[in-house]
Nanobody, 128 residues
Framework: QVQLVESGGGLVQAGGSLRLSCAAS????????MAWFRQAPGKEREFVAA???????????YYVDSVKGRFTITRDNGKNTVYLQMKSLNLEDTAVYSC??????????????????WGQGTQVTVSS
């Protein structure tokens, strides 16, 4: 059974940093695209970042404009884990962050409909 488990969320002051982790189990995801989404209270789920599966030796990443230059998505296929390094956090980054994985596809997508597997999420709260 496929399972995605996020960790690393918490309370941080504006301008601070956090690193989220998403550990996958049940199958190897090295060839699958994975992504982070977030949902703030009263708002719709929002795409944050995605990383492709391995295609040859190439891995691509994709970010929503609001986090470019501040967030970095990486993956460690040996650990079957995806990370989201977040820097220069601001109040608008407060949300529940969830990781997701595509089934059988290495290409990224910003649509949540493209991802079949989801974690339960981890809360990130940025305070002033």
């Amino acid at each position: 059974q496929v399972q995605l488990v996020e960790s690393g969320g918490g309370l941080v002051q504006a301008g601070g940093s956090l690193r989220l982790s998403c550990a996958a189990s049940g199958q190897t995801f090295s060839s699958n695209a994975m992504a982070w989404f977030r949902q703030a209270p009263g708002k719709e789920r929002e795409f944050v970042a995605a990383i492709s599966g391995i295609s040859g030796s190439r891995i691509t990443t994709y970010y929503v404009d609001s986090v470019k230059g501040r967030f970095t998505i990486t993956r460690d296929n040996g650990k079957n884990t995806v990370y989201l390094q977040m820097k220069s956090l601001n109040l608008e980054d407060t949300a529940v962050y969830s990781c997701a994985a595509r089934r059988g596809r290495y290409s990224t997508s910003s649509s949540p409909l493209a991802y079949e597997y989801w974690g339960q999420g981890t809360q990130v709260t940025v305070s002033s």
